[in-house]
């Protein structure tokens, strides 16, 4: 039973425009909600997290928004760049459940 | 500063072979937890050792065990590998009482079941 989803499995964006990932979960229970990125050959990086007692983290370019009543949260990535082109899994907590991930490509 | 390291890399077992992946954490971590990520999958939670004792443990049966050293570092034994058990598998570490949600993740070892 997956309690966090990632109905987007990718998403193509022009360079400077914005991204936005969605994530749905179903526990009530959690607490906590992560991002992490992930390029190829190499581990999750978190990216940025919010705890549900806040609507929204903001960090650079990154921003995060929890939508407790909907059990959604969503990132956005503005400006976005090539670099920006990267898997990226939604997590909550504890402990951590993923997301199945989002394959972001940014386009020159 | 060494991030999380896993070896191997990679590797080829058959199956109802046992197989041992290792973990070393981020330096000053003393929290480890294991993942196993499926082709086209997040990562799920196998289990997480502190204190060298299992602390909390997914959906995965016996056949996963691991342990933790007094070092901080980590193994995760499969036995009676099966065809399903193909995954890479990731090693994630983080500081007790700084908030474990943050994980610092490895490469990953990536286990074919043939």
């Known amino acids: 039973d997956q309690q966090v989803k990632q109905n987007s499995p990718s998403l193509s964006v022009q360079e400077g425009r914005i991204s936005i990932l969605n994530c749905d979960y179903t526990?009530?229970?959690?607490?906590?909600f992560l991002w992490y990125k992930k390029y190829p050959a190499e581990g999750p990086t978190f990216l940025i997290s919010?705890?549900?007692?806040?609507d929204k983290n903001e960090d650079g370019r990154f921003t995060v928004f929890l939508n407790k009543s909907a059990k959604h949260l969503s990132l956005h990535i503005v400006p976005s760049q090539p670099g920006d082109s990267a898997v990226y899994f939604c997590?909550?907590?504890?402990?951590?459940?993923f997301g199945a991930g989002t394959t972001v490509t940014v386009r020159a | 500063d060494a991030g999380v390291t896993q070896s191997p890399t990679h590797l080829i077992k058959t199956r109802g072979q046992q197989v041992t992946l290792r973990c070393s954490p981020k330096s000053g971590h003393d929290t480890v937890s294991w993942y196993q990520q499926a082709l086209g999958q997040g990562p799920q939670f196998i289990f997480q050792y502190y204190e060298e004792e299992e602390r909390q443990r997914g959906n995965f049966p016996d056949r996963f065990s691991g342990h933790q050293f007094p070092n901080y570092s980590s193994e995760l034994n499969v036995n009676a590998l099966l065809l399903g058990d193909s995954a890479l598998y990731l090693c994630?570490?983080?500081?007790?009482?700084?908030?474990?949600?943050?994980?610092?993740f490895g490469a990953g070892t990536r286990l074919s079941v043939l």
């Open positions: 919010i705890s549900s007692i806040k």
């Open positions: 994630a570490s983080s500081l007790e009482g700084r908030g474990w949600n943050i994980q610092y």
């Open positions: 526990n009530s229970m959690f607490d906590y």
């Open positions: 997590a909550a907590s504890m402990p951590l459940s």
